[in-house]
């Protein structure tokens, strides 16, 4: 709660809005209390697909572990929707899948959308702070659009996803 709470101030402080923000807010607000009895393990923090090495069609390693972090592990699902996706939807739900031995929790979904809104907060810092922020404020169009935050469903890339 902290870090969101910080996030929420430095917003603030540098003027920062973004698209459906209320609902975002709201979303998180309501779903807080997942967090509460989380596991916290080591993250990557970076997990996708730019990070990791392949050699001769096998895993070789992953690197940049520069922003790991700890956490709750499912919290590392929440680039997905910011680079993984755009790279490979199959890789991304793969992922998903994959990390669940395709025995994916009902739990699972709300608790992946309330990552993906925790970030929108720090993506739209870092987006003011690099001076890209109509790149950001743009992907979270789509990803607001594109995640069921009402429903709490699977969101459209995953979905549509064949695999």
Excluded at 45 to 60: A, G, R, S, V
Aim: aromatic share 18%; charged share 25%; net charge neutral.
């Amino acid at each position: 709660m902290r870090k969101y709470h910080d996030k929420l101030k430095s917003c603030e402080e540098y003027g920062l809005t973004f698209y459906k923000q209320k609902c975002i807010e709201d979303y998180i607000n309501i779903n807080i209390y997942l967090l509460k009895d989380s596991p916290v393990v080591f993250q990557h923090d970076d997990f996708h697909p730019q990070n990791i090495i392949i050699k001769n069609e096998k895993l070789n390693g992953i690197i940049d572990f520069d922003s790991f972090d700890w956490g709750d592990p499912w919290e590392e699902f929440f680039k997905l929707p910011k680079y993984t996706i755009q790279t490979s939807t199959y890789f991304a739900k793969g992922q998903v899948k994959g990390y669940f031995d395709h025995k994916i929790p009902d739990s699972f979904w709300r608790k992946y959308n309330l990552f993906v809104a925790l970030n929108q907060h720090a993506s739209h810092i870092s987006g003011y702070l690099r001076g890209d922020l109509k790149a950001v404020q743009e992907r979270t169009r789509f990803i607001v659009e594109s995640h069921d935050f009402n429903n709490n469903n699977p969101p459209e890339w995953f979905v549509r996803c064949r695999i």
